[in-house]
């Protein structure tokens, strides 16, 4: 999951310290001759949403394996990955990472992971989402245990809206009417777009485009139906319809105004669903409503899979990674992941966790349903780079410092100049 830019200038800097303070399985967490093996696990949650709850769940762990310690330390999302990989290279990288989706293609090419087939983390993969199972592997071979999944939805004020007499919108030109109709009668903002190429996705989608076309080996972000969707988001902007984002904070402005009900409408995941009843806006639950995400011009909608995969670290030692094997099992269990979603929100990976208490929540209920139609994203190493060099643009375009068609453009070069796996695709 993606919660926006705000923290990637400060990735560079942070990562020059990483070894120093980073953590991982270094000699000191080594098995004491007549003690417990000590694993460390660098969580990528929300610190104050998720992580909790992982919390106890490792104390659950500990208890039932009298033999193992986990030392658990909580690393923002958007530094971890770069974190990761100075750990790596330095030889002392965490034995278990809690790796956005994205991520773990890039880290297996490095060989940074340590494959999992055959080992007790996947004792029972088979009751997971082959989908997700399958978006893990790198060369037929699996190197993460699915741990949450999530897709972006329309998630909306129910009191606004039905104070305006409008109901979810269907498509994006629905959602511009219905906007310019909910500030008219309430006075209350239409839409909030989190100016992070992540969330521009459904936009591209919805207009049947794709970042690339792996089976051709095309680079294809900005071709015409790239060029339409970005400009459907800045025209949304410039009309008024879409609220002007915050370029330097914009995922937690939106939240914070959605939240105190300034704004009707934002494009979210699950894993925002808690915080979002954290404010005045939601103190009735019932408020908030979830939708699909509108159609564009093409008459389909779309939204991408994202989520999290537990990978071990190949660096470890013999016991440290069967320890952190098991700790994987459990905590991509049946019973852990049910615990985590009724706990924080967040959608299970495997079949048999969405229980009846799971799925009796109209909350996860919906985003379950909005995942049966969600798009993987593009199944090649450098992904999260990609994401990172296409928002730089994105933001330059929506503050119109750079056409769409300049922007897009300069994208597509910077990925086949930059990024290795796409050096011999095609650029449209």
Request: some cysteine; overall charge negative.
């Amino acid at each position: 999951m993606r919660r926006g830019i705000a923290a990637t200038a400060l990735v560079a800097s942070l990562a020059l310290a990483a070894t120093a303070c980073g953590g991982g399985s270094g000699d000191g967490d080594k098995k004491a001759a007549d003690g417990p093996v000590t694993i460390t696990w660098w969580d990528t949650s929300d610190a104050t949403n998720e992580a909790p709850t992982y919390k106890k769940l490792i104390e659950k762990f500990e208890a039932a394996n009298k033999d193992i310690k986990v030392k658990y330390q909580n690393v923002p999302f958007a530094e971890a990955e770069q974190k990761y990989k100075t750990a790596a290279q330095a030889g002392n990288a965490p034995d278990v990472l809690r790796a956005d989706v994205g991520w773990t293609a890039g880290l297996a090419e490095l060989q940074y992971l340590a494959p999992l087939d055959g080992t007790p983390a996947v004792k029972e993969i088979g009751s997971f989402n082959q989908g997700l199972v399958d978006g893990a592997k790198v060369d037929g071979k699996l190197y993460g245990v699915p741990q949450v999944t999530d897709a972006l939805a329309l998630l909306y004020n129910k009191e606004v809206f039905a104070k305006a007499g409008v109901q979810p919108p269907k498509t994006w030109a629905e959602l511009s009417t219905a906007a310019k109709t909910i500030k008219d009668k309430t006075g209350v903002d239409g839409i909030y777009l989190n100016p992070d190429s992540y969330f521009a996705l459904p936009f591209l989608y919805g207009e049947g485009g794709l970042m690339v076309d792996t089976d051709n080996k095309k680079i294809t972000v900005n071709d015409e139906r790239g060029k339409k969707a970005v400009q459907t988001v800045v025209d949304m902007i410039k009309s008024g319809v879409a609220v002007k984002p915050d370029y330097t904070d914009g995922y937690n402005n939106m939240q914070a105004a959605f939240k105190d009900g300034k704004v009707a409408m934002v494009v979210n995941g699950p894993w925002s669903t808690a915080d979002d009843l954290t404010g005045k806006a939601f103190k009735n639950k019932d408020n908030l409503g979830v939708a699909a995400v509108p159609a564009g011009s093409s008459g389909q909608a779309g939204t991408p899979t994202g989520g999290h995969n537990l990978v071990v670290y190949n660096g470890a030692d013999a016991p440290r990674k069967d320890a952190a094997q098991k700790f994987v099992a459990f905590m991509t269990s049946a019973e852990s992941q049910e615990f985590a979603s009724l706990q924080t929100g967040v959608l299970p990976t495997r079949d048999d966790a969405y229980t009846v208490k799971v799925v009796a929540d109209p909350i996860r209920a919906a985003f379950k349903n909005v995942l049966a139609d969600s798009t993987p994203r593009p199944a090649v190493a450098g992904v999260s780079d990609m994401f990172a060099e296409w928002t730089k643009q994105y933001v330059e375009i929506l503050k119109g410092n750079a056409s769409v068609e300049q922007g897009l453009d300069t994208t597509a070069e910077k990925w086949k100049t930059n990024i290795n796996s796409l050096k011999e695709y095609s650029v449209e």
